[in-house]
């Protein structure tokens, strides 16, 4: 069992910045996140694989997000910038063996943080 602990989050105004990290207690070869805005699906924002430091990110936050790691800690990071109103969701840290950007296949799940985008 993988424990995820997120932090970070908040409020800022459209075009702002804003970084949320996780913290794992254990390896798994995918973590990424997801976020699911009130009356919406959850969904996939980014992923990144250790092994080979592979990256995803949805259309939507492609050029403005970026996903980092810091694997002697077992952190993964998400550097959030020009955030927009429709950003705004709780944002779950998610880990797992092949896939950790599909919520069908997520095996871990953080508890989530919230990131507000105000216009």
């Known amino acids: 069992q993988v424990k995820l602990v997120e932090s970070g989050g908040g409020s800022v105004q459209a075009g702002g910045s804003l970084r949320v990290s996780c913290l794992a207690s254990?390896?798994?070869?995918?973590m990424g996140w997801l976020r699911q805005a009130p009356g919406k699906e959850r969904e996939g924002v980014a992923a990144?694989?250790?092994?080979?430091?592979?990256?995803i990110y949805d259309d939507s936050v492609k050029g403005r997000f970026t996903i980092s790691v810091d694997d002697t800690q077992n952190i993964v990071y998400l550097q959030m910038n020009s955030l927009k109103p429709e950003d705004t969701a709780t944002y779950y840290c998610?880990?797992?063996?092949?896939?950790?950007?599909?919520?069908?296949?997520?095996?871990?799940w953080g508890q989530g943080t919230e990131v507000t985008v105000s216009s």
């Open positions: 254990g390896y798994t070869p995918c």
């Open positions: 990144i694989y250790f092994t080979s430091l592979t990256t």
């Open positions: 998610a880990a797992g063996t092949v896939n950790c950007y599909n919520p069908n296949y997520v095996q871990y």
